[in-house]
């Protein structure tokens, strides 16, 4: 009898005890899909994005499994990518800016996808509305038109008189965000600027040229679009930049570097707060319902030593609404 009962009591228990293959099978998985692996803008989203996780109470290693596709930097592999990440049969896709959402967009419109930088996910057919976006996309959205306009009203007050300006483009981003570059027009005819395009391409890259050509057509400032530059290079155009003397703002607080000035949101935020709606998606929440979040804290980040090298004064107003001033 104490021997059926040793023998029952192992039955119950291998039956509550899961397998470690089992276990593991039941790990979900995230596809990351990304532009570029390297550089110190992807360390930045990566901290942001896998804080956010632990946060969430995911732990990469542990209890879920992150597969990554990355373009580094040619853009017309990022379809290719996302099929991929679809074959892994991963349970949600991470794609944070307009050409990684459109290439997880054409691979699978039944696989969740979180998007984290896209400028308006209802002016691009992301979503019905913020509040309910009503499709299987959902996350973070980190501009809109009011802030792209405020970036160039900020940019204005620090260089008077600017009429021209410029913003730096990749032709092959600009295919899959020019939704942005149109908002960035518009705000600019409302400040009575004109802007023009200035490409910028990652492949054959020659920022020099490219401020030359600025000169030329007497831009009196530099001014990035969202995700219509390589964001690894923004570090390289503030320092060609000032070197020709041309003031530069961009929306990259974590590299502010030698610009003039950044205004935009906490980009490893952004990621962080990402991460939180991917696992929302993997405790069984729906995208459809979950409301896609606008930005809620913006930084102002100005350069007295890169104004000093431009002959610029800062005014007292503008040097009173920075979060941070560097000497």
């Given at each position: 009898?104490?021997q059926?009962r040793t023998?029952?009591?192992?039955v119950?228990?291998g039956?509550?005890?899961?397998?470690?293959?089992?276990?593991?099978?039941a790990?979900?998985?995230?596809?990351?899909?990304q532009?570029?692996?390297?550089?110190q803008?992807?360390?930045?989203t990566?901290?942001g994005?896998?804080?956010?996780?632990r946060?969430?109470?995911?732990?990469?290693?542990?209890?879920?499994?992150?597969?990554?596709?990355a373009a580094?930097?040619?853009l017309?592999?990022?379809?290719?990518?996302?099929?991929e990440?679809v074959?892994?049969?991963?349970?949600v896709?991470?794609?944070?800016?307009?050409?990684?959402?459109?290439?997880?967009?054409?691979a699978?419109?039944?696989?969740?996808?979180?998007?984290?930088?896209v400028?308006?996910?209802?002016?691009v057919d992301?979503?019905?509305?913020?509040?309910?976006?009503?499709?299987?996309?959902?996350?973070?959205?980190?501009?809109?038109?009011?802030?792209?306009?405020?970036?160039m009203q900020?940019l204005?007050e620090?260089?008077?008189?600017?009429k021209?300006?410029?913003?730096l483009?990749?032709?092959?981003?600009?295919?899959?965000?020019?939704?942005?570059?149109?908002?960035?027009?518009?705000?600019?005819?409302?400040?009575?600027?004109?802007?023009?395009?200035i490409p910028?391409?990652?492949?054959n890259?020659?920022?020099?040229?490219?401020m030359?050509r600025?000169?030329?057509?007497?831009?009196?400032a530099?001014?990035?679009?969202?995700?219509?530059s390589?964001?690894?290079?923004?570090e390289?155009?503030?320092?060609?930049?000032?070197?020709h003397?041309?003031?530069f703002?961009?929306d990259v607080?974590?590299?502010?570097?030698?610009?003039?000035?950044?205004y935009?949101?906490?980009?490893?935020?952004?990621?962080?707060?990402?991460?939180?709606?991917?696992?929302?998606i993997?405790?069984?929440?729906?995208?459809a319902?979950?409301?896609?979040?606008?930005?809620?804290?913006?930084?102002?980040i100005v350069?007295?030593r890169?104004?000093?090298?431009?002959?610029?004064?800062?005014?007292?107003?503008v040097?009173l609404?920075?979060?941070?001033?560097?000497e």
């Amino acid at each position: 009898m104490t021997q059926r009962r040793t023998f029952l009591a192992a039955v119950a228990a291998g039956l509550a005890i899961p397998s470690r293959s089992a276990s593991a099978q039941a790990i979900p998985k995230v596809g990351w899909l990304q532009l570029s692996s390297a550089g110190q803008y992807a360390e930045v989203t990566k901290r942001g994005f896998l804080k956010g996780l632990r946060e969430a109470g995911y732990e990469e290693g542990r209890n879920v499994e992150i597969v990554r596709r990355a373009a580094e930097h040619d853009l017309r592999k990022l379809r290719a990518l996302a099929r991929e990440l679809v074959a892994q049969k991963v349970d949600v896709i991470f794609a944070p800016a307009k050409p990684m959402a459109d290439a997880a967009w054409y691979a699978s419109r039944a696989i969740p996808t979180v998007i984290a930088t896209v400028t308006d996910p209802v002016l691009v057919d992301y979503a019905v509305s913020l509040a309910r976006p009503g499709k299987h996309i959902t996350g973070v959205t980190t501009a809109n038109a009011e802030l792209i306009g405020k970036r160039m009203q900020l940019l204005a007050e620090m260089v008077p008189g600017m009429k021209r300006l410029g913003t730096l483009i990749d032709p092959d981003l600009l295919r899959s965000c020019t939704e942005e570059v149109e908002l960035m027009e518009k705000a600019a005819v409302r400040l009575g600027l004109s802007l023009e395009r200035i490409p910028v391409a990652f492949e054959n890259l020659d920022l020099e040229a490219a401020m030359k050509r600025a000169l030329a057509n007497r831009i009196q400032a530099l001014i990035t679009a969202p995700m219509t530059s390589d964001q690894d290079l923004t570090e390289k155009m503030s320092e060609v930049a000032a070197k020709h003397r041309l003031p530069f703002m961009h929306d990259v607080p974590q590299l502010a570097g030698s610009a003039l000035a950044v205004y935009g949101p906490d980009t490893e935020d952004i990621f962080r707060r990402a991460a939180r709606y991917v696992a929302r998606i993997l405790k069984g929440e729906k995208p459809a319902a979950m409301a896609i979040e606008e930005p809620r804290e913006f930084r102002l980040i100005v350069n007295r030593r890169v104004a000093r090298q431009l002959g610029l004064t800062l005014s007292q107003a503008v040097l009173l609404r920075a979060d941070e001033v560097i000497e």
